[in-house]
């Protein structure tokens, strides 16, 4: 069985693409016959993994090709490595030209699902807008559902990484006999064994949270929680805001008992300090940091979406 992959995105050991290598390169344990594409790449050593773009002319072609064009240049070298009955494997940012052109010629098509569907997603965010009186949400289209349902009908094999992404699949439409379940699963050579976390002060209560700053994540019902917590306690909180929902945190993050990183590129300090890990996510697919805190040997309190079926 042979099984070509497809992220249409720029390769580095760290977010999406590194659920797309950690899953390929398990597979290829097993299987042997993987191979793995994305546009270009940084930190990428592994034998079953190749530049759409060669990195000796990387940096010039994102200074002056446009980036639909370079997706386009990324999905033709893919569909050039793809010989007869190769299982295709495709990930979010695939353009739905390329699932009809593998459609028609018959190869197996599959889509992995890394949050929920976006008729879903749209849906929860809408009207958490509008409960807290913010500006219309626009952050998904009509057209980008559409293009989705489109992909998902042109697919074989669905993949859902959580019981909530199942959900969503089955009330868009999506034929149960479509979808296999799943989830990103638990590397322990990249979380933080329990051997390297450090003795804990007996003092208080240590939260975390790792994440986006935004109404998907939650962050607003955490800063609203955490104001009604009358006892000794620090929240650690990860992640970058988004623009739109500075006011929404504004003053919070210089609390006294909140300390705040844009980024971390180690998150082992925060995991080790930390007595608890919460997730009040609205909306989410296998969300990462819910095995990192597991595997630092946390206990977690997270909403049904933050939990990824967990």
């Excluded at 490595?81 to 295709?88: A, E, Q, S, W």
């Excluded at 879903?120 to 980008?144: A, M, N």
């Excluded at 990103?184 to 804990?200: D, H, Q, R």
């Excluded at 909180?237 to 590129?265: C, M, N, T």
Aim: hydrophobic share 40%; with cysteine; aromatic share 8%.
């Amino acid at each position: 069985m042979k099984i070509r992959i497809l992220y249409p995105n720029y390769f580095r050991n760290s977010l999406i693409a590194y659920v797309v290598l950690s899953i390929a390169e398990s597979m290829h344990a097993i299987n042997q016959s993987i191979r793995v594409m994305g546009i270009s790449s940084s930190d990428v050593r592994l034998s079953i993994y190749s530049d759409a773009i060669p990195q000796v002319v990387e940096r010039l072609a994102f200074k002056f090709v446009d980036a639909r064009l370079l997706k386009k240049i990324t999905e033709y070298r893919f569909k050039s490595m793809l010989r007869p009955g190769d299982i295709v494997c495709l990930w979010p940012g695939t353009s739905t030209e390329l699932y009809r052109d593998l459609n028609s010629k018959g190869y197996v098509v599959v889509k992995e699902m890394v949050n929920c569907h976006q008729l879903t997603s749209q849906r929860i965010l809408s009207d958490e807008y509008v409960r807290l009186s913010l500006p219309k949400f626009d952050g998904i289209s009509d057209d980008e559902i559409k293009e989705e349902t489109d992909q998902l009908a042109l697919s074989d094999i669905v993949i859902s990484p959580s019981p909530m992404v199942r959900k969503s699949l089955l009330s868009a439409g999506v034929p149960e006999s479509k979808i296999i379940n799943s989830s990103f699963g638990w590397a322990p050579s990249k979380v933080y064994s329990t051997k390297k976390l450090k003795e804990k002060p007996s003092a208080g209560v240590t939260v975390a949270f790792v994440g986006t700053l935004c109404v998907r994540k939650g962050v607003h019902l955490l800063k609203e929680i955490w104001g009604n917590l009358h006892a000794e306690a620090k929240l650690l909180i990860v992640g970058r805001i988004a623009p739109d929902f500075k006011h929404r945190i504004s003053g919070f993050l210089e609390q006294k008992d909140v300390e705040h990183y844009e980024w971390l590129d180690d998150l082992s300090e925060i995991y080790s300090r930390a007595d608890v890990f919460v997730l009040p996510s609205l909306e989410e697919g296998s969300p990462l940091v819910i095995y990192d805190a597991m595997g630092a040997g946390l206990p977690i309190i997270a909403s049904p979406m933050g939990g990824g079926g967990l």
